[in-house]
């Protein structure tokens, strides 16, 4: 098991989710987590890959939908990176706005050792 690769796979698929290759029904998601985000004052928006959580049952359709295709690819992008999913306890990623209203991307992961690898992602 590769500990040192969840970095990495949390900011890529973080990253990939916020995308503009993320496309569901005619629109970008990252447009409406944008939104979200601006009407949440810096509240964060809290993706939750794993463990589930029904707080996001509240998210707009087009979220929900992208957020059940990339909940199927997760075991597929862990293996593929090398590493494990049995190794991930929680995984999440955050939208939010800093006070001077730029949207900030983060990635959090929590490993089976008790090590939090937390990256910024670029959008």
């Not at 989710?17 to 993320?22: D, E, G, L, Q």
């Not at 295709?69 to 593929?80: A, G, I, M, N, T």
């Not at 990176?81 to 991307?105: E, H």
């Amino acid at each position: 098991m590769k500990y040192r690769v969840l970095k990495s796979i949390a900011h890529n698929f973080s990253h990939s989710f916020v995308s503009y290759m993320n496309y569901v029904d005619d629109g970008y998601v990252i447009d409406d987590l944008r939104q979200l985000a601006r009407e949440a004052n810096g509240e964060r928006i809290s993706i939750h890959w794993i463990p589930d959580s029904e707080v996001q049952k509240s998210l707009p359709e087009r979220i929900l939908k992208s957020i059940v295709y990339y909940k199927s690819w997760l075991p597929k992008h862990v293996k593929d990176s090398g590493a494990d999913l049995d190794a991930v306890q929680k995984f999440q990623t955050d939208i939010f706005l800093k006070p001077n209203k730029q949207i900030i991307v983060e990635a959090r992961l929590l490993d089976d050792r008790g090590k939090e690898h937390i990256c910024n992602v670029s959008f």
